[in-house]
T-cell receptor, first 113, second 118 residues
Framework: KQEVTQIPAALSVPEGENLVLNCSFT??????LQWFRQDPGKGLTSLLL?????REQTSGRLNASLDKSSGRSTLYIAASQPGDSATYLC????????????FGKGTTLSVSS | GAVVSQHPSRVICKSGTSVKIECRSL??????MFWYRQFPKQSLMLMAT?????????EQGVEKDKFLINHASLTLSTLTVTSAHPEDSSFYIC??????????????FGPGTRLLVL
């Protein structure tokens, strides 16, 4: 059974720091991996999606990498800002058509000004 | 990008009543919709997979008679929490998979519905 783990569970940093969020999954037979942002009491905002054949994706200050063989992904946030404060969720989709995403518990990030 | 809406965004009800939550794909057809539940400080847990025109597939531990799912059209799925109890209080989120699919197939998430059962 696929399990997704995110470390750390919570992270507090001062504004301007670069930081890395970690995600690991137990079954490397994934279709893709996606990083989401969730603000308190809100839905999900998709940040980056990495197909299984890709190594990384970049969007602005965000960079996500994928090492499928080792079952790991990282989300790198450069020059963090208070507006980055949120919970970041990692999710994988298995290599079965039409299946749902399997989520980690998330990392709650707090960036202080 | 594709938009998925949910209604209502927030509902408070008395114990024993039934609550219906709607999930709509606004600008695409969704053959498959997924219903997730998220308890405080927990991750999203899949409750059921809903395919248009057929019965939903429920995850282990989810009572199909309590959580009724109807996917009557390619743009609408509903989740009805029957005889709701305080332990059903949670954040319910739906996602829709675009019918065309393909190599970059993506699921689009609704904004969620906060249910509080008193």
């Amino acid at each position: 059974k696929q399990e997704v783990t995110q470390i750390p569970a919570a992270l507090s940093v001062p504004e301007g720091e670069n930081l890395v969020l970690n995600c690991s999954f137990t079954d490397s037979a994934i279709y893709n991996l996606q990083w989401f942002r969730q603000d308190p009491g809100k839905g999900l905002t998709s940040l980056l999606l990495i197909q299984s054949s890709q190594r990384e994706q970049t969007s602005g200050r965000l960079n996500a990498s994928l090492d499928k063989s080792s079952g790991r992904s990282t989300l790198y946030i450069a020059a963090s800002q208070p507006g980055d404060s949120a919970t970041y969720l990692c999710a994988v989709r298995l290599r079965v058509p039409g299946t749902a995403l399997i989520f980690g518990k998330g990392t709650t990030l707090s960036v202080s000004s | 990008g594709a938009v998925v809406s949910q209604h209502p965004s927030r509902v408070i009800c008395k114990s024993g009543t039934s609550v219906k939550i709607e999930c709509r794909s606004l600008d695409f057809q969704a053959t498959t919709m997924f219903w997730y539940r998220q308890f405080p400080k927990q991750s999203l847990m899949l409750m059921a997979t809903s395919n248009e025109g057929s019965k939903a597939t429920y995850e282990q531990g989810v009572e199909k008679d309590k959580f009724l799912i109807n996917h009557a059209s390619l743009t609408l799925s509903t989740l009805t929490v029957t005889s709701a109890h305080p332990e059903d209080s949670s954040f319910y989120i739906c996602s829709a998979r675009q019918a065309s699919g393909g190599a970059t197939e993506t699921q689009y998430f609704g904004p969620g519905t906060r249910l509080l059962v008193l």
